[in-house]
């Protein structure tokens, strides 16, 4: 999952928005951190997602469309797949327009420069932020974010290669991300029950 479908389960399950973006840059264990129990709870639903995600039947079946060469960048295209389908289907998921959204979960990260900051790594301006959570509704936005992550890498030309092969899995994707989402909600809640409740993005 992304940024997109980690700030989606952050707000329903009432949690963090900034622990729910800051799960890709904080490593460790937590209790070492002296993190706010907000920010805490947020990573550790971030990591659980994630776990479930690599595990769960749907991707496993989707990662293997992918040629074995292919193969160890599946999930990274994954990710960003999913949320375009989920940001141009995102009536199926929400009642609130996906602007609002953006614009709120946006500042609610935003407003987190502090632990940003302690961890040497960026804070998103809102609405820049805001307008690349938007801009996964159209196949570009997709193909503009898989680039942008290829930059990060040694050699980018594989992750670029998995562009048709997302295409082609696209329709899957669409029927199979509803049952996706609606059982990380389940994982991410377990671990809300269990670790505490923090404030969601409507608070």
């Known amino acids: 999952m992304n940024f997109l479908a980690h700030l989606w389960l952050a707000d329903v399950t009432r949690t963090s928005p900034a622990g729910a973006i800051l799960g890709d840059i904080v490593h460790g264990r937590l209790e070492a951190l002296a993190l706010p129990t907000d920010i805490a709870l947020g990573i550790r639903i971030h990591r659980r997602v994630d776990a479930t995600t690599d595990h769960h039947p749907l991707s496993v079946a989707w990662r293997a469309h992918f040629p074995p060469e292919l193969r160890r960048y599946a999930g990274i295209t994954l990710d960003l797949l999913c949320d375009h389908v989920l940001a141009r289907d995102w009536p199926r998921y929400a009642t ?95 671990v809300r029950e269990t670790k505490g409740s923090g404030s969601g993005i409507g608070d």
């Open 96 to 190: 609130a327009p996906l602007a609002g959204f953006a614009a709120t979960a946006a500042a609610a990260v935003a407003a987190e420069d502090t632990t940003f900051s302690r961890f040497g790594t960026w804070r998103p301006e809102t609405e820049r932020f805001a307008a690349l959570l938007c801009s996964y509704t159209e196949w570009p936005g997709f193909e503009r974010a898989l680039a942008h992550t290829a930059t990060r890498l040694k050699n980018p030309q594989p992750l670029l290669a998995t562009a048709p092969v997302a295409a082609t899995l696209l329709p899957e994707i669409c029927n199979g991300l509803p049952i996706l989402m609606h059982d990380l909600k389940a994982a991410a809640t377990v």
